[in-house]
């Protein structure tokens, strides 16, 4: 233990604190002669108290015996500092529990209030990096089934929100003329289309593949659907979600896609049926934690018709 290092660094952090000798000895319950000698070397503290003193200034007991030590207005925000570093997940629970607990108890300043949107700022792009990140290990491997389909969309859809859609619509640009014609191509090349904004060149290509898309017609038409409505020609839109509940009942994407469309359109009597559509196919599936958003869709739907 260096005297030195450890009582430099408690008058630091009292006097980057604000706090007297009076005060800190007060919240230690020790006199404050006790703290007097620690900063000038004499003693030093015993082990019990190390903890204490490292809590009262929101930092580490291994701070206390750095050459210099670091205070942070909170503990929440050691911590967040911390999983700046580490960026490990745990580090992140740990620090949004404090944050918590900290708001909890009312004793937070603004500056609290922005460390904690910084540190679900850091959360979100490690989040994202690890999604990417799980996609195209999928994305590797040689088998393509529905898992590989889903990522694949999935990922397109996940570029075209940070900013790289153009990216992922140069790769499936790509992909469609290295494998004209099939089907998987075509539904990729749609999906990269319709997330960077591309509804009239979703339907050119949903028009030039007809007849040739097998099993992806049904994934298909969800898009074609979608695009048809991003453009208000909501007959077409409804012909095109139809024709993908009629190809695959277990589709849920078009049932979704329908009762937005009628509630965008302000009618809340069919928007109100179509989501107790999607309620009655969720729970035909037995999925009951996917039911609490269309019911609140329901609510609303028939709130809005009450209203007139």
């Given at each position: 233990m260096t005297a030195s290092n450890i009582g430099q660094n408690i008058r630091s952090l009292r006097e980057s604190r604000g706090a007297t000798q009076e005060q800190l000895a007060q919240a230690l319950d020790i006199s404050f002669q006790a703290v007097s000698k620690w900063e000038t070397g004499v003693t030093v503290p015993d082990t019990l108290m190390l903890p204490k003193i490292a809590a009262y200034f929101d930092v580490t007991v291994d701070a206390l015996f750095r050459p210099e030590a670091d205070a942070y207005a909170s503990a929440a925000q050691r911590l967040l500092s911390v999983y700046e570093q580490s960026r490990d997940?745990?580090?992140?629970?740990?620090?949004?529990?404090?944050?918590?607990?900290l708001f909890d108890?009312?004793?937070?300043?603004?500056?609290?209030?922005?460390?904690?949107g910084v540190l679900n700022e850091y959360r979100m792009y490690d989040c994202r990096?690890?999604?990417l990140k799980q996609y195209e290990k999928l994305l590797a491997g040689p088998e393509?089934?529905?898992a590989y389909r889903s990522a694949r969309q999935q990922r397109i859809y996940l570029l075209s929100q940070i900013g790289r859609g153009d990216e992922a619509l140069e790769e499936e640009r790509r992909n469609y003329t290295e494998h004209p014609g099939e089907p998987d191509a075509v539904l990729y090349l749609m999906a990269a289309l319709y997330w960077t904004g591309r509804c009239e060149e979703v339907l050119a290509v949903f028009e030039e593949s007809k007849g040739r898309l097998g099993d992806m017609e049904s994934l298909c038409c969800v898009y074609a659907g979608d695009s048809c409505g991003k453009l208000g020609r909501y007959d077409e839109a409804f012909e095109h979600w139809e024709r993908s509940v009629e190809l695959d009942p277990d589709l849920l994407d078009p049932l979704y896609?329908?009762?937005r469309c009628l509630g965008e359109q302000g009618k809340y009597a069919e928007e109100a049926m179509a989501w107790e559509r999607v309620i009655?196919?969720?729970?035909e599936r037995?999925?009951?934690?996917e039911l609490a958003f269309p019911r609140e869709q329901l609510k609303k739907a028939r709130d809005k018709?009450?209203?007139?």
């Open positions: 997940r745990n580090d992140f629970i740990r620090a949004e529990a404090e944050f918590i607990k108890s009312g004793e937070y300043t603004r500056d609290d209030v922005r460390a904690y990096d690890t999604a393509r089934d529905r896609s329908m009762a009655d196919s969720l729970t037995g999925w009951v934690h018709l009450s209203a007139g």
